[in-house]
Nanobody, 123 residues
Framework: QVQLVESGGGLVQAGGSLRLSCAAS????????MGWFRQAPGKEREFVAI????????LYADSVKGRFTISRDNARNTVALQMNSLKSEDTAVYYC????????????????WGQGTQVTVSS
């Protein structure tokens, strides 16, 4: 099992940057594919980015490609999401998620979730 705790959310102006971090418990962190998802008020949870256990592979939603970067540090059991050129439509609660089985952009494929961190982008 793995427990996830996100941090780094906050209020930022459009065009600004934020860096989210997710700390994971457990001794097998490198065996998990890690993802970031987000959920805006009144909307379904949507995929943002995922990274493989070795960091060799990443995948991004079209809406964030070129602006967001996912990375991980297996020695520290952390995964990060660097968000640049933020837009008002990026406002959402951001969730860190882990999966041992799926390379997927579907939230249903992830069995472990953090509590979420709020990101608000003011225009």
């Amino acid at each position: 099992q793995v427990q996830l705790v996100e941090s780094g959310g906050g209020l930022v102006q459009a065009g600004g940057s934020l860096r989210l971090s997710c700390a994971a418990s457990g001794r097998t962190f490198s065996s998990y594919r890690m993802g970031w998802f987000r959920q805006a008020p009144g909307k379904e949870r949507e995929f943002v980015a995922i990274i493989s256990g070795s960091s060799a592979n990443t995948l991004y939603a079209d809406s964030v490609k070129g602006r967001f970067t996912i990375s991980r540090d297996n020695a520290r059991n952390t995964v990060a999401l660097q968000m640049n050129s933020l837009k008002s439509e990026d406002t959402a609660v951001y969730y860190c998620a882990a999966s041992r089985t799926a390379w997927s952009n579907s939230a249903g494929s992830y069995g472990y979730w953090g509590q979420g961190t709020q990101v608000t982008v003011s225009s």
